[in-house]
């Protein structure tokens, strides 16, 4: 409330008449040192909080930073994964995806899906760990040259040698139980041959590249168990010209199924066959 404002004269007549020992005059210079004293108060008040928040926004960001890497240990529920596989997950580059992934599998045994699982791409195996941890119960194929690309499916380079360094032996050596993994080493699609009648009930598609990409989609689509998810990497990158947006923008453009796109590390998408 301003007290300067206040029209003291209707004030004064009714509570204080003529008996009034203090006049209107002093009764205004009064209100205009309380007003005065008052604002004053709010500027240092104003000034404080502000110093405070100011205060309260650097202790936030100090805080950030600290908690920073448990975040996601926090901020994730949902799924309910184990405490090793948590720790598995939080432990590599991209827990959007491996937690995607996560839900994708616990879906599929909730709604008891049948079929197997396979990854195109495996590189050093450790996304195929993971889903292997997460869903021990079914077969998984690996597909990969174990070699790095083959040079005859590149479009933009003529060698591209990141993933060379590579081994069944290696990869084998990630899985304890090694029951329900099957390697599948060599060029794909050459390497599905005699799996024509097998169903799957989860793919990921990470081969990097344009023809491996529409290949494994020729290849494992038809083969899903209705309801069974389709997972492929690096569809929002730029990776390899844009080969797996290419690929699959291609292969489903007369199919009813759409992608989601997830914010995950590298751009990768997902589908659920119809
Ligand atoms: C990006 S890496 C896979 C990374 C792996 N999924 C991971 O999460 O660590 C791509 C892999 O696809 C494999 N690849 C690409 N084209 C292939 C093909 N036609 N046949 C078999 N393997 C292929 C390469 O050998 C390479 O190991």
Redesign the pocket.
């Given at each position: 409330m301003n007290l300067a404002e206040i029209d003291f004269s209707p004030f004064s007549r009714q509570w204080l008449g003529h008996r009034s020992i203090l006049s209107l005059a002093k009764l205004r210079r009064q209100a205009r040192t309380w007003n005065k004293r008052m604002y004053k108060d709010k500027v240092t008040i104003t000034r404080q909080m502000r110093g405070l928040s100011t205060f309260a926004n650097l202790g936030q960001r100090v805080l950030l930073k600290m908690i920073g890497p448990l975040k996601s240990q926090l901020v994730v529920r949902f799924p309910i994964v184990s405490p090793e596989i948590r720790a598995f997950i939080l432990s590599r580059f991209d827990p959007v995806r491996d937690f995607s992934i996560a839900l994708a599998l616990q879906t599929i045994k909730r709604e008891q899906l049948p079929g197997d699982m396979a990854?195109?791409?495996?590189?050093?195996?450790?996304?195929?760990s993971l889903i292997h941890r997460l869903c021990p119960e079914r077969r998984l194929y690996l597909?990969?040259?174990?070699?790095?690309?083959?040079a005859g499916?590149l479009e933009t380079c003529s060698r591209d040698r990141?993933?060379d360094d590579?081994s069944v032996e290696y990869v084998s050596s990630l899985f304890n139980d090694q029951r329900n993994i099957v390697f599948r080493k060599?060029?794909?699609?050459e390497?599905a041959i005699g799996l024509e009648n097998s169903r799957f009930c989860f793919v990921?598609l990470?081969?990097?590249?344009y023809?491996?990409t529409l290949?494994g989609l020729e290849f494992f689509y038809h083969r899903m168990a209705p309801g069974g998810y389709i997972f492929a990497?690096?569809y929002t990158s730029f990776e390899s010209g844009r080969g797996v947006s290419r690929a699959i923008d291609q292969f489903l453009a007369d199919k009813p199924e759409k992608v989601i796109e997830l914010p995950d590390t590298w751009g990768s998408v997902v589908f659920r066959k119809l």
């Open positions: 990854e195109l791409g495996v590189f050093k195996g450790k996304t195929s597909f990969d040259t174990f070699e790095g690309f083959p499916d990141r993933f590579s060599g060029y794909f699609p390497t990921m990470d081969a990097d590249l023809k491996p290949a990497h690096d």
